[in-house]
């Protein structure tokens, strides 16, 4: 499997500062947020698969203009899996014919251009070699961490957590984890946000990483732009026995 990064910060504000978005091969992302814009059409066409880590726009903004862009053109449904919570999120606030066309019954609902799929927590979806596992988070809305599994190695995104034992305990119970994408939002100073908006600050993460029993390569996500440097310097600054690094845009992952 191979993994790109189309955007991994934690808002907008420069060239480099798209919202969380993967792409992996080439049909399936792993949120939908602006990085996606940045692809060519062509590549647009070929994607069939999302899956939803929460429904908080960063995450979701590129779903309905993706769908709008290529369901008429290619006429193959895009399928998004994310817990039920997060697809009546989708279904309610997005794809109600307000904010956008409900897409779900276009053009019609037996051949749609877009179908939502719940996925439960610790529940896997198959395509192919590849498995997809929707693993436990805790987050202000539904949520979950995405682990992929290509059969040789696994690859865990977290998406937005704050500090969840239940997730330490999946990811210790993936002993083929070659890399993991964690987030960390906030800077020390702001440790209170971070709790009250369960994100994560350097010593909340660094408690986390303390707790792995695997070694997996540690990548940094959803740093909020303008504190991006300082939040690095921070996680630098920590001394366990992983080594967190930042992710970038543009970076491949293949395993």
Not at 199 to 224: A, D, G, I, Q, W
Request: proline share 6%.
């Amino acid at each position: 499997m191979k993994l790109t990064v189309l955007g991994c910060s934690g808002g907008i504000g420069g060239e480099n500062s798209r919202t969380s978005s993967f792409l992996v091969d080439d049909d399936v992302l792993i949120d939908c947020g602006t990085g996606v814009g940045d692809l060519e059409f062509s590549a647009l066409r070929r994607i069939s698969h999302i899956f939803v880590s929460h429904s908080h726009l960063d995450h979701i903004a590129a779903i309905p203009l993706l769908v709008d862009a290529i369901g008429e053109i290619c006429y193959h449904t895009i399928t998004v899996y994310a817990p039920p919570g997060t697809l009546h999120i989708l279904r309610a606030h997005i794809f109600n014919w307000l904010v956008w066309p409900d897409f779900t019954a276009i053009p019609d609902r037996d051949h749609p251009y877009l179908r939502l799929q719940p996925v439960m927590t610790g529940e896997s979806i198959r395509l192919g070699d590849r498995i997809f596992t929707a693993l436990p988070v805790r987050h202000t809305v539904p949520a979950v961490a995405w682990r992929l599994d290509s059969g040789a190695a696994q690859l865990i995104y977290s998406g937005d957590t704050t500090y969840c034992s239940e997730l330490i305990e999946a990811i210790n119970a993936s002993p083929a984890l070659r890399y993991l994408i964690v987030e960390t939002a906030f800077p020390e100073e702001m440790r209170a946000l971070a709790i009250a908006s369960r994100h994560l600050c350097p010593s909340m993460l660094e408690v986390m990483l303390n707790e792995f029993t695997v070694n997996p390569e540690v990548y940094v996500s959803h740093l909020k732009p303008g504190f991006s440097t300082h939040i690095m310097g921070q996680i630098d600054a920590l001394r366990g026995r992983l080594r967190p690094m930042r992710l970038e845009r543009g970076q491949v992952f293949e395993f």
